[in-house]
């Protein structure tokens, strides 16, 4: 299973983007996808999450209301829409494959992992 992300880029404060990641290369047992996002020296950390039925999203309190998970299954890709971005943003951003158990909230729970995008939020 291979993810793919994408959408990463420089953008001012206040500013939006929108990451997608799509999921490729055969059968895969999952419940969702969720982003995680790792800024310079920090641990990566949680960002959002949806389940594939689309029923359950789930946010980090620091993107509540500023972030939106979507998602196409036909295309096995997910989104997140990022709005009012703030220079604490700033943080490669890593798309992940949720197994069918676990938290949503917690890396362990993620089985294959996308390579980083990049998001700069200048101030």
């Known amino acids: 299973v291979q993810l793919q992300a994408s959408g990463g880029g420089l953008v001012q404060t206040g500013g939006s983007l929108r990451l997608s990641c799509t999921a490729s290369?055969?059968?895969?047992?999952?419940?969702?996808m969720g982003w995680f996002r790792q800024a310079p020296g920090k641990e990566r950390e949680f960002v959002s999450a949806i389940s594939w039925s689309g029923r359950n999203t789930y946010h980090a309190d620091s993107v509540k209301g500023r972030f939106t998970i979507s998602k196409d299954n036909t295309k096995q890709t997910v989104y997140l829409q990022m709005n009012s971005l703030k220079p604490e943003d700033t943080a490669d951003y890593y798309c992940?494959?949720?197994?069918?158990?676990?938290?949503?909230?917690?890396?362990?729970?993620?089985?294959?992992w996308g390579q980083g995008t990049l998001v700069t939020v200048s101030s």
């Open positions: 992940a494959l949720k197994a069918n158990w676990g938290s949503y909230f917690t890396k362990r729970s993620y089985t294959y």
């Open positions: 290369g055969g059968s895969f047992s999952s419940d969702g």
